[in-house]
């Protein structure tokens, strides 16, 4: 067989070849009255662990010691931190989501989420997606402004819940879809340049799919030396650009390994870490699970989820350097944020945990059963770090400090876990409460959690004689259709469920009525404000919505976190673990 008669398949390939952009989204876990379809699971052993990643030089990564089904329910919920009004330039921009993806979005006019746990540690793939984010809950545990000095000393945003989207084998790397954006963004400088983003993915799967049927059905009538050839000529002329061809194998063995595995597999064979090696180096991340304090005003805290005796390790606790003096401030307001971060009275280092909820672990001086060391149980930190100065730790442009949370004492099945957080911190506690007094109008103010609770949605013409507060907004979840019903220029819709908090978009409530199947359930009609990417936007008529897909939002700059009597203080680090070289205040 002649070279020309190769070549043209070959180039026939080359013209068919089809590059499909598809971006892959969450599966639509709701039923159409938006009940979770999502199923859960639970075990006694250590079900999650952190430990060194298998991409290299991406520091931790997040890994299951179980199998897990699509659609189940990961480890705990994490707790959810809004930064609103900055753009963090620094380390904790790295680790930040956008604020519509956990629902936080109208807090401010730009905000974006800290989120302590899975979704701050685990890594983003664009092939290899298993794992996304869901449901957020918001409330301020039972307190209120007019009585409780705690307000506004917490994030009331909380259980943040994660899902499998895929199946999860024992010992696998979770990932999650950071969006092709967050590595072609311009603040990552060109660091992930050559980084293959989803739809080089899905081309090289195309054009290895395309070589190897071309193998199969012309393969008896070339020569193993002439095939090399033009696999070689095929991988560097056929893709469309260099990320697509470092995905392709460079001989033709690993081409067919790649074609049936998928070029985001066969790119990290080592995905998959052994139960030995996740007990050996990995660090266990669910021996804590979250619950309403039994500390008066303290909100929500830490519970031992397994027995854990004295001298134990009991969360991995990562830190993020701080190294600006007003990075906690915003239009004269102080982050809620800084309540969960670490100082020293004698430097201007503030170190911000992202481990799973122990941030949530709470002060008392008395019955602390925990504290914190400078890790010993890993590698997965630089301990060099301590025996910096101030300067040369603040131009670190990573991460690499650990702390271990270690009992004290021991701790049973559900007992809360607290530890000391030093003497400065209870000193400015016990001031907060002796000076404390309520906001203006604190006795009439319903939040929009409170508002949630309520079962009862009011029309537009209701809300004439019995309107709701100025400090709330009204959203409903809806789905945008491939094709509009469009009646005399206006639009309408039927409820159809929602993937996630994109979904959410302001609206008013129209008509309020029981269906005829059933008059126990009560569906809405609601003038729903959609305004998709391009910048249009329309007003929609929604009918038969459920109540639990409409939802009251805090208006921004008016929720608990922005009074002016918040509580904001730092965890103070002690004195005999807190490096010399870091200290730059007298």
């Known amino acids: 067989m002649s070279i020309h008669n190769v070549l043209l398949p070959l180039l026939l390939l080359f013209i068919i070849i089809e590059l499909p952009c598809i971006r892959c989204n969450p599966k639509n876990v709701k039923d159409i009255n938006g009940e979770s379809l999502l199923k859960d699971v639970t075990t006694t052993k250590c079900t999650l662990y952190m430990g060194e990643s298998t991409i290299p030089n991406a520091g931790l990564g997040i890994f299951s010691a179980i199998d897990i089904p699509k659609d189940s329910k990961i480890g705990t919920g994490d707790l959810v931190i809004p930064l609103f009004d900055k753009k963090f330039s620094t380390l904790l921009g790295s680790y930040s989501w956008n604020g519509k ?26 092939a290899l997606m298993n794992v996304w984010a869901g449901h957020v809950d918001n409330d301020a545990c039972g307190l209120h402004r007019s009585i409780d000095p705690g307000v506004g000393a917490f994030s009331y945003y909380h259980n943040l819940l994660s899902y499998a989207t895929a199946p999860i084998l024992a010992g696998m790397e979770l990932f999650a879809d950071y969006g092709d954006h967050w590595f072609s963004a311009k603040v990552r400088g060109g660091k992930f340049d050559k980084v293959p983003l989803s739809y080089d993915y899905e081309e090289a799967d195309t054009l290895l799919a395309k070589f190897d049927g071309f193998m199969k059905d012309e393969g008896d009538d070339i020569d193993d030396e002439a095939m090399d050839t033009f696999w070689m000529f095929y991988r560097k002329k056929v893709p469309t650009n260099k990320r697509v061809s470092s995905l392709l194998p460079e001989d033709i063995k690993n081409m067919r390994d790649a074609a049936e595995i998928g070029s985001a597999k066969f790119h990290t064979p080592t995905s998959i870490r052994s139960p030995e090696w996740l007990e050996s180096k990995g660090l266990c991340m669910d021996n804590l699970k979250e619950g309403i304090s039994n500390i008066p005003q303290a909100g929500r805290g830490a519970f031992a989820t397994r027995f854990l005796p004295k001298g134990s390790f009991v969360a991995p606790m990562p830190l993020m350097h701080e190294c600006k003096v007003d990075a906690f401030l915003s239009g004269g307001k102080t982050q809620v944020l800084l309540n969960y971060c670490f100082g020293h009275k004698s430097s201007t280092i503030t170190l911000c945990p992202y481990g799973p909820l122990a941030s949530l672990i709470n002060h008392n001086k008395v019955k602390a059963n925990v504290e914190i060391r400078w890790s010993t149980s890993t590698k997965l930190y630089s301990d060099e770090w301590l025996h910096m100065n101030k300067e040369e730790l603040c131009n670190m442009g990573h991460s690499s400090l650990l702390f271990d949370v270690v009992a004290i ?70 789905k945008a259709p491939e094709e509009w019903e469009e009646i005399n220029d206006a639009y309408y819709q039927n409820y159809s469920g929602y993937e996630s908090y994109l979904d959410l978009h302001n609206c008013q409530i129209l008509k309020r009525e029981h269906p005829t199947y059933d008059t126990t359930i009560v569906l809405y009609t609601a003038s729903v404000y959609y305004q998709p990417d391009n910048g249009e936007h329309y007003n929609v008529t929604v009918r038969n919505i459920p109540r639990n897909a409409i939802k009251f939002s805090d208006a921004s700059y008016t929720s608990d976190m922005y009074l002016d009597n918040a509580f904001r203080h730092k965890i103070m680090i002690p004195d005999d673990i807190f490096p010399s070289g870091w200290k730059n205040l007298d």
């Not at 309520?438 to 949605?457: C, G, R, T, V, W």
């Open 409 to 478: 004492k021991d701790i049973q099945q559900g007992e809360e876990v607290y530890f000391n957080y030093g003497q400065e911190w209870d000193d400015a506690w016990a001031q907060h409460i002796k000076n404390w007094i309520q906001p203006p109008d604190a006795k009439e103010y319903k939040s929009a959690s409170m508002l949630n609770k309520e079962d009862m949605i009011r029309t537009i013409d209701e809300q004439k004689d019995n309107p709701y507060p100025d400090n709330v907004l009204l959203e409903c979840f809806f």
């Open 101 to 126: 993806d956990q629902c936080s979005h109208n807090e401010a006019e730009l905000v974006d989420n800290l989120c302590p746990g899975v979704q701050a540690i685990v890594n983003g793939h664009t």
